[in-house]
């Protein structure tokens, strides 16, 4: 983690293994397949996007900002012939529930989701789909279950913010990828083979970023480069500041020590490897 983080950063790090168990647990896939999906990536992109109704792929491709386009038609509209959105979202919130519950074991959640409950409440969508999508799909009834759909709306709230950010910042999906691996948060090897994109596509880009004077020849950022990631992330963690000044200081520290030991138990029992496409490390 970057020195002296700020407490929205702090809350996503916190958080993020609860949100992205659901990306690595093998009840996920299993349940996506079961409905009928073809594939770990539609299941992928249909679960994530399931809120949003059969979408197409443009505005998906819009919105997962950092996945190559043609990983994105290869799944949409062609999942919503083998599953509804319905179908898909339940299932998808069941097996997660499931996954949460093998490794969290008797953790009580109870007073964590009341307060990320109202740090959703929180939330802003003005020019955010992905999350307003998300937080319009009704709670349920079970702890775990509403643990990991409040996480996901808070995680789909700030990942909104992050896309405005970096195309605010001039950047294209790959190039913001591109920036993020610069930092030594996460790898080539993670990023190029989960997003999709080309050896010449991957060069391109870099090549764009050495034109641009924001990578050096050696393909480390600039001081120009790490002032343009800067900002990205600066405003990201603006963007998503509005559920944390509806909790309050006290609250936010309060979720902080909450969800900490919980997603170290996630990434503990292999929920979310520790190096993975999203930067994301273990609390």
Same mark, same amino acid.
């Given at each position: 983690?970057e020195?002296?983080p700020?407490?929205?950063?702090?809350?996503?790090?916190? +958080? !993020?293994?609860l949100?992205a168990?659901?990306? /690595? %647990?093998p009840?996920?896939a299993? #349940? =996506?397949?079961?409905?009928?999906? &073809?594939?770990?990536w539609?299941?992928?992109?249909?679960?994530r996007?399931?809120?949003?109704?059969?979408?197409?792929?443009?505005?998906?491709?819009?919105m997962?900002?950092?996945?190559?386009?043609?990983?994105?038609?290869?799944?949409?509209?062609?999942?919503?012939?083998?599953?509804?959105p319905?179908?898909?979202?339940?299932?998808?919130?069941?097996?997660v529930e499931?996954?949460?519950t093998?490794?969290l074991?008797?953790?009580?959640?109870d007073e964590?989701?009341?307060? +990320? !409950?109202?740090?959703?409440?929180?939330?802003? /969508? %003005?020019?955010?789909?992905?999350? #307003? =999508?998300?937080?319009?799909?009704? &709670?349920?009834?079970r702890p775990?279950?509403?643990?990991?759909?409040a996480?996901?709306?808070?995680?789909e709230?700030?990942?909104d913010?992050?896309?405005?950010?970096?195309?605010?910042?001039?950047?294209?999906?790959?190039?913001?990828?591109?920036?993020?691996?610069?930092?030594g948060?996460?790898?080539r090897?993670?990023v190029?083979?989960?997003?999709?994109?080309t050896?010449?596509?991957w060069?391109?880009?870099?090549g764009?970023l050495?034109?641009?004077?924001l990578?050096?020849r !050696?393909?480390?950022?600039t001081t120009?480069?790490q002032?343009?990631?800067?900002?990205?992330?600066?405003?990201t963690?603006?963007?998503?500041a509005?559920?944390?000044e509806?909790?309050g200081?006290?609250?936010?520290?309060?979720?902080?020590?909450l969800?900490?030991?919980?997603?170290r138990?996630?990434?503990?029992?292999?929920?979310?490897?520790?190096?993975?496409?999203?930067?994301?490390a273990?609390p």
């Open positions: 983690m020195p002296n700020s407490p929205a950063r702090q809350f996503w790090t916190a +958080l !993020e293994p949100h168990v659901v990306y /690595f %647990a009840e996920t299993e #349940a =996506a397949k079961a409905v009928g999906l &073809r594939g770990f539609m299941g992928y992109f249909a679960g996007s399931a809120p949003l109704g059969p979408i197409g792929p443009e505005p998906v491709e819009a997962f900002f950092g996945f190559a386009p043609r990983m994105v038609a290869r799944a949409l509209p062609d999942a919503w012939t083998f599953a509804s319905g179908e898909v979202l339940r299932t998808r919130i069941e097996a499931t996954a949460l093998r490794l074991g008797a953790a009580s959640v964590l989701v009341r307060l +990320l !409950e109202a740090a959703v409440d929180g939330c802003r /969508f %003005a020019g955010r789909p992905l999350g #307003a =999508a998300w937080g319009a799909v009704p &709670r349920p009834d775990l279950a509403r643990l990991w759909l996480t996901t709306v808070l995680r709230h700030r990942g913010g992050h896309v405005l950010a970096a195309v605010a910042a001039e950047l294209t999906g790959l190039e913001a990828a591109l920036t993020h691996i610069a930092t948060a996460t790898t090897q993670h190029q083979r989960a997003r999709g994109w050896d010449g596509e060069d391109a880009a870099t764009g050495l034109t641009r004077g990578f050096d !050696e393909g480390r950022l120009a480069g002032d343009v990631r800067r900002t990205v992330e600066e405003t963690d603006r963007l998503a509005d559920p944390l509806t909790l200081a006290s609250a936010v520290e309060r979720v902080l020590a969800a900490a030991p919980l997603s138990l996630v990434v503990d029992g292999g929920g979310m490897p520790v190096t993975n496409p999203m930067g994301a273990r």
